[in-house]
């Protein structure tokens, strides 16, 4: 079955800087026609999307976090990341990697001193 594992998240001061990995495995590989995405999920809130990335390399974010968040991918390792820079107390949640309908299972960020 086609997975896609989150790695990378812990905890990190206010203003740190964290880069998430999100592996594609069981069968599939990275293409450039695939939609890719990052959302999070606060606690106790629904899921929101942060970052996409469209076939051709156009790359979209959401106000809250434009200017310190980066997705990009790299094809022959299988492999999506998201670069968030100058993290803040409220990027605290679980973020989820989405490879055209396929779901990671989450990795959780916890920003706090």
């Known amino acids: ?50 970052a996409q990335m469209l076939p051709g390399g156009a790359t979209y974010y959401p106000d809250a976090v434009k200017g310190r968040f980066a997705i990009s991918r790299d094809n022959a390792n299988n492999k999506i990341f998201l670069q968030m820079n100058s993290l803040k107390p409220e990027d605290t949640a679980v973020y989820y990697c989405k490879v055209n309908h396929n779901w990671g299972q989450g990795t959780q960020v916890t920003v706090s001193s």
Do not use: H, I, Y
């Open 1 to 50: 079955q086609v997975r896609l594992v989150e790695s990378g998240g812990g905890l990190v001061q206010p203003g740190g800087s964290l880069r998430l990995a999100c592996t594609l495995s069981g069968g599939a590989s990275m293409a450039s026609s695939f939609v890719m995405r990052w959302f999070r999920q606060k606690p106790g809130k629904d899921r929101e999307w942060v």
